[in-house]
């Protein structure tokens, strides 16, 4: 119960500060501007910070009140969260060196273990060799290399919105499953407090509904804190006598963005670059280039992160050696690592799990012009392109069926834009859909619909009767058409500056080009 009203607090709170916040940030110069390697287009606010330490004071005072035989243990918790909060805050707004924030994560480590207790010490059965437990003059360099680590590793994956909240917030589930079963109540109330304050900034940070974009970032003064925080929270479950999982579990419960990070510092230092120098080859770069909206992106990697985590859990539970727990994980990062060493070679995998899945691209939008009596790319071309955007690309095809049985029946053109998913989200699809429909509408006989993936297996639609005149009908679904014409447009001001046309049919006869995906 105490949990679930630190909960409860902290999520309301955080999303009340972080509401204040948002008025007050551009006053203050704490808005983070486009630009850079930055993929956002919008002045943003980066204060979920707030939220995050509001609950954890939440949290820390009801400790003081039920546990005050420890007050130690909070106090010291409260103040690393608030230095490392007011850090974070500094590097968001004047940008710190790279040194100045490692040596203050170092000092904060050690108010850890000498002001919390909080010590790194037994590594448990990790190499099949029995426990190893280290000294603690050895134990305190150890833990604050973890620490820092554990602080930087989050900071890396906060990369779109939703993402290192996402992280965090299942994190802190796993923790407070843990702990709530295991019966260690300040724990499972930190926990849950904490749990409550990324609620309350993901509320702002998530894009869903209508809400296209994030209207706040975590920033450096949330990302930071929360980094210190669950290195706390995995070091206080898996220590000590009472540990309520072997070490190695830590290392699952915070999977995803160490391994990601690790991944990518390797193969920086592989290609001969310095491992904090930035790049775009982190996962969810690689999952937005296959064509997977942030939305999407934030949901898989979400999801993965609670599928590793609960696999070194139930594993724990289950019984399973802490060594082979530990050939797991390192299996997993070597994996991974392989697989993101050529990112030109993962891509298209992760493409094909992305059509496997059935999205929506990110970076198009398919426009299927049905019974189509335009004879040329061109003319589609001409209704289009006064439609979009500036510096827009798009990619017009048109098919002709009946072609190998000799008597050539009806032609379907579809029109993909190539967009992008920061500046045209699905609000903006629906507009391109609108205008089209428009700018079609005199010609006789044309209709626009919507181009996306039909799963025949899964798609009860395939086989509907009857078949009115203005369905598919199974002969559209079948591979007899053949591509005709493509084209490759760029549009400037709603202009067409050039066009690339292609005849694909004349140039490979007698070979056709297989049917594309159905219309909706």
């Excluded at 203050?104 to 099949?128: C, E, S």
């Excluded at 094909?352 to 012009?369: C, D, E, K, Q």
Aim: with cysteine.
């Amino acid at each position: 119960m105490q949990g679930l009203i630190a909960l409860a607090l902290g999520a309301a709170l955080s999303a009340l500060v972080i509401r204040a916040m948002i008025g007050i940030a551009p006053k203050v110069g704490l808005v983070d501007h486009p630009g850079e390697h930055k993929q956002h287009e919008h002045v943003t606010p980066f204060v979920g910070g707030f939220g995050v330490l509001a609950a954890l004071l939440v949290a820390v005072g009801m400790l003081l009140w039920l546990d005050p035989a420890h007050a130690t243990a909070w106090f010291s918790l409260a103040f690393c969260g608030v230095v490392m909060f007011a850090v974070g805050l500094a590097d968001d707004r004047w940008k710190l060196s790279a040194r100045i924030r490692l040596v203050i994560q170092a000092g904060l480590a050690l108010v850890m273990v000498f002001g919390g207790g909080v010590v790194l010490a037994d590594i448990g059965n990790a190499f099949f060799t029995g426990a190893i437990t280290m000294g603690f003059a050895a134990a305190v360099p150890f833990t604050v290399f973890g620490t820092v680590g554990c602080i930087n590793a989050l900071n890396m994956v906060d990369g779109i919105d939703g993402l290192s909240g996402t992280i965090a917030a299942g994190t802190l589930a796993l923790i407070a499953l843990v702990s709530g079963l295991g019966g260690e109540g300040g724990t499972h109330l930190i926990a849950m407090g904490l749990l409550g304050g990324v609620i309350g900034f993901l509320w702002f940070n998530l894009r869903f509904g209508k809400q296209h974009r994030a209207r706040v970032f975590m920033g450096d003064n949330g990302s930071m804190t929360l980094g210190l925080l669950l290195c706390w929270l995995l070091i206080t479950i898996t220590q000590g006598e009472d540990a309520l999982v072997p070490p190695i579990v830590a290392l699952w419960i915070f999977a995803l963005p160490l391994i990601d990070t690790l991944s990518v510092m390797f193969r920086r230092i592989w290609l001969g670059k310095s491992p904090f120098s930035p790049d775009r080859n982190h996962l969810h770069h690689l999952l937005q280039r296959a064509g997977f909206r942030v939305e999407n992106t934030v949901t898989l990697m979400g999801t993965a992160h609670l599928v590793l985590g609960a696999t070194g859990i139930i594993g724990a539970w289950m019984g399973v050696h802490e060594g082979v727990l530990a050939l797991g994980w390192l299996g997993v990062l070597i994996a991974y690592m392989r697989l993101t060493a050529r990112p030109w070679r993962f891509v298209p995998i992760l493409r094909g799990l992305h059509h496997m899945l059935g999205l929506t691209p990110a970076r198009n939008i398919g426009v299927f012009f049905g019974n189509c009596t335009l004879e040329h790319v061109e003319q589609i071309n001409a209704l289009v392109a006064p439609q979009l955007d500036n510096h827009t690309i798009f990619r017009t095809r048109i098919y002709q069926r009946g072609v190998a049985s000799g008597r050539p029946g009806t032609r379907y053109a579809v029109v993909q834009i190539i967009i992008d998913d920061e500046t045209a989200p699905l609000r903006h699809q629906d507009l391109y859909m609108r205008l089209i429909r428009r700018a079609v509408r005199p010609i006789e006989g044309v209709y626009v619909r919507g181009y996306v993936h039909r799963d025949k297996l899964n798609d009860p639609r395939v086989n509907a009767v009857p078949i009115a005149n203005d369905q598919r009908t199974r002969e559209r679904r079948s591979d007899d058409c053949a591509l005709i014409e493509e084209s490759f447009t760029y549009v400037r001001d709603g202009r067409i500056v050039e066009q690339q046309i292609n005849h694909p049919l004349k140039q490979r006869r007698p070979t056709l080009d297989p049917a594309p995906q159905s219309p909706l």
